[in-house]
């Protein structure tokens, strides 16, 4: 049976189909078999999978969407033939994630440089906690050495769930690649390789700690 994260934000622009699809073909790059379900209505993880099977044939993942009230059931089929499964949710939180919610290993929760999406957080984390579910922020678009960045990442660790020790660099990589129907890791060797690696690696230990 196949580990299930499952990427939530109420706030758009956070960086939630960022995250989804670069850890889906990050999982993909270290040897895992790997799907990926969109159940947002905006489809943006369905572009960036149609896009990449357009450029590239083989993508390397499988791809699946559900409604919300469908991924239970789409959600089991695909963890018993895959070793993980990122679902990409809809930015909002109420009912509708919670499917998506329960049928979860992990909860990761992309957390952009601002207080604006920090405060999005608690609508998040609290499904996650009625659903008895463990949630990891990852920040995304983070600058480092900035005051900014060192204020939201001390609001964060005031909540009641962990951040992952990893962030998301603000590069231009992960914009591009996106629209590329790519992932960062998949772009000539730099930085990002070690930075989407790293992130992989965290979030396989905390699941092999939760399961």
């Not at 989804?20 to 270290?30: E, M, R, Y």
């Not at 499988?62 to 949710?89: M, N, Q």
Request: aromatic residues 4%; proline residues 4%.
């Amino acid at each position: 049976m196949g580990y299930v994260i499952t990427v939530a934000q109420q706030k758009g622009g956070a960086g939630k189909t960022t995250l989804a699809v670069n850890l889906a073909v990050g999982f993909a790059k270290a040897g895992k078999s790997v799907a990926l379900m969109d159940t947002d209505p905006q489809g943006s993880a369905g572009r960036w999978f149609m896009t990449r099977l357009e450029t590239t044939g083989d993508p390397g993942i499988e791809f699946s969407t559900a409604s919300a009230w469908g991924v239970s059931y789409e959600c089991r089929k695909l963890a018993d033939r895959y070793d993980i499964v990122v679902i990409d949710t809809p930015p909002k939180a109420d009912s509708d994630l919670r499917p998506a919610l329960r049928a979860a290993d992990l909860v990761l929760i992309p957390v952009a440089t601002s207080h604006l999406d920090l405060w999005a957080v608690e609508a998040v984390l609290d499904l996650a906690q009625r659903e008895n579910k463990t949630a990891l922020m990852v920040m995304t678009r983070a600058r480092a050495g900035t005051r900014l960045s060192a204020e939201v990442a001390a609001k964060a660790a005031e909540l009641d769930a962990d951040t992952a020790l990893t962030p998301m660099t603000n590069r231009v990589i992960y914009a591009e690649t996106l629209g590329q129907g790519r992932a960062a890791i998949e772009a000539p060797k730099g930085p990002v390789h070690e930075e989407v690696a790293a992130l992989v690696q965290e979030v396989e230990a905390r699941l092999k700690q939760l399961c």
